[in-house]
């Protein structure tokens, strides 16, 4: 079946999916939040650790708020190893890893296929488009997202005109420059 629209065309590596991944959470509300979070409960519990100490002369029944302020500041640290080693899994898992993808975006939907399968979306299914300067990542749902890396595009102006598309049809649009 031959559309009209604009092709986009890339592999789904390990390096794209990577860069895909760190975009998202670089603007997701729990991987910019966790780690402050965090870090601002284990200052707090140091801070209220601390009073009880002067307060009782001694650091006897300090040992627990310490390991769990150990714990938080650890997790901090670990979370951004623990997401690589996430994706790398999840990657070497994937039934598509490694495989071209194709997409067909006209101004009414966007078509993606692959090896092992072929899906349709209507630009109403998006919930949130975020803009990119590497691609556009598309949103059916808060946690799910779809890569168009610009890379993929063949020309500047199909990626101008699926920005125009997502911005008309998609409410929760946003350009970062990050």
Known sequence: ??????AV?????L???QEAQ???????????????????????????EAFLIVRR?????????????????????LLPFMRRWAVRRNHARSVDRDAEIRWQ????SLRNETANSTSETKWAAF???????????????????????????????GFETVIAWAREHIKDFRAVRW
Request: glycine letters at 10%.
């Open 22 to 48: 760190r975009l998202h959470q670089r603007q997701s509300r729990y991987g910019r939040w966790m780690p402050v979070t965090l870090l601002t409960l284990a200052g707090v519990l140091v801070c209220m």
């Open 127 to 157: 919930n949130k488009a975020v803009q990119t300067p590497g691609g556009l990542l598309l949103y059916p749902q808060p946690r799910l997202f779809y890569w168009l890396p610009r890379h993929g595009f063949e020309t500047e102006e």
């Open 57 to 77: 002369g001694t650091l006897e029944g300090s040992w627990g708020t310490f390991g769990l302020v150990a714990y938080l500041v650890l997790m901090v640290t």
């Open 1 to 6: 079946m031959v559309m009209e629209g604009v």
């Open 15 to 17: 390096a794209e999916l």
């Open 105 to 108: 975006i006209t101004a009414t």
């Open 9 to 13: 065309r890339h592999r789904w590596t």
